[in-house]
């Protein structure tokens, strides 16, 4: 941007400490516990947006002592272009004149290749862009990274997401907050975050999403036995905030002004050519695009948009507080929860009235979402085929056999009949002893193909390492003697090779554990360790071998229970 272009930019008034407060800790909850230091990661690129982020963030500290609040940058190096070193390093320093501590992460490329040049570059670099920004606010302590996406940036999601056939809520590219993006295998950032913030119990976090019945979770701990195994479960992972969307980029020009704090320009961001998101942004600054398709346009959509979602999210609320959380079993991922029958008849006449039947799906799109997220392999994605599906057998009275649901983001659905309420867990009661109920079992579909990872033992406990397995456990090994260990999912073969190794007492006990925990098809879904391709563990029953005993032990935890609620809808 030249001298030229920003001496006609209009004299708007700059970000004061208490907008910034009220915009971060919308999104954000700071935590009020005595001497807890409340520690925020800040994206700065060294652009007007992100050193407004950090001068606001500097002055919070001062302004808001009561936060406790301890800020750091990160200043990436994409090493893409010649002089972007020197650039990261001036821009390290600019943050330390004004108070601001800093670190600079250097991305690394394939040697030999010059990353502009890659295919889906930009892709490429957003992905470890957010990988080191995750684990430097890992290593740092700090559970949320604020990046400075603003308005204007809003603008152009929406115009790429238009350009794509993108409709409705898939316009809102940019939400103010969420799970941070491309780490979902790095332990300590997408689960298990440490960092010094208060953290619910795991049934509060539950409790605060669905009903639940007493001692839902399986397996239940043992009391006072010192050798029980027990399967942990992850904390939550690291957000990403973004406390600018709305605020226009002249007032975060306006705001550097202010205090004088110098900025740098990407000029790989003015060439149209060069990327997608460059063309969108240079045909929204000419102004040369439909006024429906210009700024003011677009941020009263983003606002339209915004309201009917706030109207979704409390009927998806709504629907999922009256939903019953019989059994959850940690040890196959086997979920039993009872949905209302007539879910249709929790929404109030006018609510009713505001929703469209596209509406409606995407409502039920939600439900569906948070429900096998407990469960499933991965983020949930919806279809409207999928909900369809759903919603049909909500409106169903089924009788005599279970009929199995499709399959939905690798998890089975199956809705159980009236001839299994001798077990306790399907009853079709509701607590008021009225017919209102339809019991769902959930779990993770059947693999098509065996998965395996191999797996590098711990030898020694300074250096922990947690391998990320079917997105639903992480585990912790340690090996006594160096062997290939791989962890696979568990097969007819694995089973007939123990039944043959085992002796019968060992046999009929694994036996025992399979139908308690993962009666019938489910026992496929188990994770196994595998030496040199035989089983010698089944790591979520806590069983081994009497000849791994003594050399192989682990730890082992489910996957988060705390998905993001509800402001990721």
């Known amino acids: 941007m030249t001298f030229q272009q920003l001496i006609r930019i209009p004299d708007i008034s700059p970000i004061s400490s208490a907008e910034f407060y009220r915009a971060l800790t919308t999104i954000w909850r700071p935590s009020t516990k005595d001497r807890t230091v409340n520690r925020l990661g800040l994206a700065v690129s060294g652009g007007v947006d992100s050193m407004a982020l950090a001068v606001l963030c500097r002055n ?11 800020v750091k940058a990160y200043v990436v190096d994409h090493r893409a272009r010649p002089g972007s070193e020197a650039e990261a390093a001036g821009v390290a320093k600019t943050l330390s004149d004004i108070g601001v501590t800093s670190a600079v992460l250097t991305l690394k490329w394939p040697s030999g290749l010059d990353p502009m040049t890659m295919s889906g570059f930009e892709t490429k670099a957003r992905t470890l862009r957010y990988q080191a920004l995750g684990k430097a606010c890992r290593d740092d302590m700090a559970s949320t990274l604020l990046a400075a996406h603003h308005a204007d940036d809003l603008a152009e999601s929406m115009l790429l997401r238009i350009s794509k056939g993108h409709r409705a809520f898939g316009l809102r590219g940019l939400v103010p907050r969420t799970r941070i993006p491309e780490c979902q295998s790095i332990h300590g950032v997408y689960e298990d975050c440490q960092a010094e913030t208060s953290r619910q ?10 009903d639940i019945e007493k001692e839902w979770l399986l397996p239940r701990p043992t009391s006072g036995a010192a050798s029980s195994f027990e399967i942990g479960i992850a904390t939550c992972g690291m957000d990403i905030c973004r406390p600018f969307l709305n605020f226009k980029k002249e007032r975060l020009i306006s705001t550097c002004r202010h205090h004088g704090i110098a900025w740098v320009e990407d000029h790989t961001n003015d060439d149209p050519s060069l990327t997608p998101r460059n063309t969108v942004r240079s045909l929204l600054q000419k102004g040369s695009l439909p006024a429906a398709l210009q700024l003011p346009a677009l941020s009263a959509l983003n606002d339209k948009l915004a ?20 059994a959850l079993d940690l040890r196959s991922g086997r979920l039993v929860i009872h949905m209302p029958k007539e879910p249709i008849h929790l929404l109030s006449e006018s609510d009713q009235k505001k929703l469209s039947k596209k509406d409606l799906a995407h409502v039920w799109a939600r439900v569906t979402e ?19 599906s759903i919603v049909s057998m909500l409106k169903q009275e089924h009788k005599g056999r279970s009929r199995a649901a ?23 009661l509701d607590k008021a002893g009225n017919r209102s109920m339809i019991p769902w079992l959930m779990h993770r579909q059947i693999p098509r193909k065996v998965l395996g990872i191999p797996i590098c033992p711990v030898l020694t406990s300074d250096d922990p390492i947690w391998y990320h397995w079917d ?10 003697l160096c062997a290939e260990l791989k962890l696979a999912f568990l097969t007819d073969e694995h089973l007939n090779y123990l039944k043959r190794s085992l002796g019968t007492y060992e046999w009929l006990s694994l036996k025992r554990m399979l139908l308690e925990a993962a009666p019938g098809k489910i026992r496929y879904t188990l994770p196994v360790f595998l030496e040199r391709e035989q089983p010698v563990a089944l790591p979520t029953l806590g069983f081994r071998t009497p000849l791994s005993n003594e050399r192989l032990s682990w730890k082992v935890k489910y996957k988060s229970l705390s998905f993001p609620w509800p402001q990721d809808f």
């Open 201 to 210: 119990s795991h049934e509060e976090m539950i409790a605060d999403r669905f």
């Open 406 to 428: 499709s399959n939905i983001s690798h998890v089975e659905i199956s809705v159980r009949s009236s001839q299994d309420e001798k077990e306790n867990i399907y009853s079709t």
């Open 60 to 70: 919070l500290t001062n302004d808001y002592p009561r936060l406790n609040l301890k």
């Open 370 to 388: 948070k429900t096998i997220a407990l469960v499933s392999p991965g983020l949930p994605k919806r279809s409207q085929r999928s909900v369809q």
């Open 307 to 326: 309201s009917k979602q706030e109207i979704c999210n409390n009927l998806t609320k709504t629907i999922l507080r009256s939903c019953t959380i019989q």
């Open 471 to 480: 997105d639903r456990y992480w585990f912790q090994v340690s090996l006594n």
